[in-house]
């Protein structure tokens, strides 16, 4: 079946009313038929509601709507994005093991990874985006994950994904992608190798900036990879706080169901039942929207590659790009989402452009249908001194957008008026 078919009908079954649109199953918890379906549910004797911190019909829509999408066995919704990679990582590592991750990834993975993961005795240990060579030389057995996005942001790079996951593999590792700004729908990181993909549900998903959500996806097959691999001894041992479950011994997708069983029930980031709702909605119209972001995102970027005052532009889909390659080959028919940035003169200038466009809202988010601009170095990277900024990709004349659903000739205008004011 084709993806876009699937975006409006896969994991949901029309209730006794025929509902056409998925219900909003706003409740905490489920009436058990009695004490032994109360304790079989417990047990996994049987699969069903228990409370909306496990588990949810809406939220189960959702869920598995994501997972034929992104070609996975299941998913697991969480409250943000954030949470998502959390558990990703959390359902691999513990203290005294290490995760080894792209330097380009977004802020807050940044600072999980590097700061947050090391109170908790995980340390993080960095490889170029551009160079997957440098993975070999950073694991030892106790790597758990391999981190990286598809799609970079802010840097806007693209990953050769089969380079990364590759290395990963040859030592049986675990690789977690964060697939959020390529979407399901451009790119697919399971086909190339990767075993978990984690997405905040919050950008191109809602696509309209409504809510918060996030959602992991555990590959077809990852069972094979887990049983007997001393690296993740706790999935094949028994978990003494789920009376001696060994996950590996399950019939069901062992990673989102760990992520379930253990780190929801424990940590509770669990998404709303009503974001559930808003991202089956975004969902159907997902590979729609996401192909207009990327031609018009084209289109901009062309424009700003003829500018006299636009030093560099980057964007996947350009030819003068050196992720084009790349694009070409992990994303369909080579689009490459909304997200693109320019380089203008300074710092100064950057303002002055920025404060100019009438179209673009100044806002710290992308995946939006209206457009947004953002200078990077006054807001999510203001901490960096200008070295540091260089290092990282972002210099203080960047300026990153999140292109929208608007006409791609207003959208083109408003930025050239900005340019010339
Ligand atoms: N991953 C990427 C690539 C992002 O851009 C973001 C947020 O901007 C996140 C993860 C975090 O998502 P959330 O804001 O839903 O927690």
Redesign the pocket.
Known sequence: MDLQTKALHSGYEKDSQGTMAVPIYMTTAYEFRDVEHAANLFALKELGNIYTRLNNPTTDVFEKRFAELEGGEAAIATS???SA?FYAIANAAEAGDNVVCAKQL?G??LTLTAHTLKRFGIEARFFDVHNPSEIEALVDDKTKVVFF?SLT?PSIDVADIEAITSVANKHGILTVV?N??ATPVLCRPFEFGADISVH?A??YTTGQGLA???ILVERKGLLEKLKGNPRYAHFNEPDASYHGLVYVDVPLPPYTLRTRLSLLRDLGAVVSPFNSWLFIQGIETLSLRIKEHSRNALKLATFLESHPKVKKVNYPGLKSNSNYENAQKYFDDGLASGLLSFEVDSLEEATKIVNATKLYSLVVN?GDSKSIITHPASTTHQQLNEQELIACGVPSGLIRISAGLESAQDLIDDVKQALES
Do not use: L, P
């Open positions: 943000s994005g954030m990679i977004y807050g993975s996005e942001n964060d959020t700004v905040s919050s950008k918060i959500g996030g992308i």
